[in-house]
């Protein structure tokens, strides 16, 4: 069971709005930053989002991420069909002394 | 642009020694903006990270890994390696090799991936 909790799963319409919720600590997303992965089926996840809200250069702006105290969400707007794919977040954790992800949450474009 | 990709053994008995090298191509492994890592998916599951070097050598492993993984640079290759000690069943994954930008531990991220090799332990 991972330390970072996010739903197992997920899923909207084209042009929805979906997000994606990780929950974790005082010991991790409490005190650190959070970092969100893409892994589209069969490829090598992605860097999304990083330190909580930065988009990489070549990510949409319809990915946004959030914290709030021990919470981090990852919002999708304009949901496309190509977005279906796995969504990891993850952060440093004070307690393990290393870096922790999320179980990961399978998005699915209805 | 820079490219990584991981090599080595797919199938390792158990009780042996795993080996992976990733090669990285297009960049330099002795740039000191950035460390290098490995991370792992067994089939199905999520992610795990294993552990972290930067090209002077200094290294950052997992607690729950660290006593049977040591991971190396080879800057005259390019390359860096992981050894993973006394393999059974459940260290089967995808072996994937990352890059990073050189920051402050807990501000850690992997902005560039290579594709990833399965390593199958079996008999």
């Known amino acids: 069971q991972s330390v970072l909790t996010q739903p197992p799963s997920a899923s909207g319409t084209p042009g929805q709005r979906v997000t994606i919720s990780c929950s974790g600590s005082?010991?991790?997303?409490?005190?650190?930053?959070v970092n969100w992965y893409q892994q589209l089926p069969g490829t090598a996840p992605k860097l999304l989002i990083y330190?909580?809200?930065q988009r990489p250069s070549g990510v949409p702006d319809r990915f946004s991420g959030s914290k709030s105290g021990t919470s981090a969400s990852l919002a999708i707007s304009g949901l496309q069909s190509e977005d279906e794919a796995g969504y990891y977040c993850?952060?440093?954790?004070?307690?393990?002394?290393?870096?922790?992800f999320g179980g990961g949450t399978k998005l699915t474009v209805l | 642009q820079l490219q990584l990709q991981e090599s080595g053994p797919g199938l390792v008995k158990p009780s042996e020694t795993l080996s992976l090298t990733c090669t990285v191509s297009?960049?330099?492994?002795?740039?000191?903006?950035?460390?290098w890592g490995w991370i792992r998916q067994p089939p199905g599951k999520g992610l795990e990270w294993i552990g972290n070097?930067?090209?002077?050598?200094?290294?950052y492993y997992i607690p729950s890994l660290k006593s049977r993984v040591t991971i190396s640079v080879d800057t005259s290759k390019n390359q860096f390696s992981l050894r993973l000690s006394s393999v059974t069943a459940a260290d089967t994954a995808v072996y994937y090799c990352?890059?990073?930008?050189?920051?402050?531990?807990?501000?850690?991220?992997?902005?560039?991936w290579g594709r990833g090799t399965l390593v199958t332990v079996s008999s």
């Open positions: 990352a890059r990073g930008p050189a920051v402050y531990l807990s501000y850690w991220y992997f902005d560039l």
């Open positions: 297009g960049g330099s492994i002795s740039d000191s903006s950035f460390y």
């Open positions: 070097i930067y090209y002077s050598g200094s290294t």
């Open positions: 005082s010991s991790n997303i409490g005190s650190n930053i």
């Open positions: 330190s909580n809200n």
């Open positions: 993850a952060a440093w954790d004070d307690s393990l002394n290393g870096v922790i």
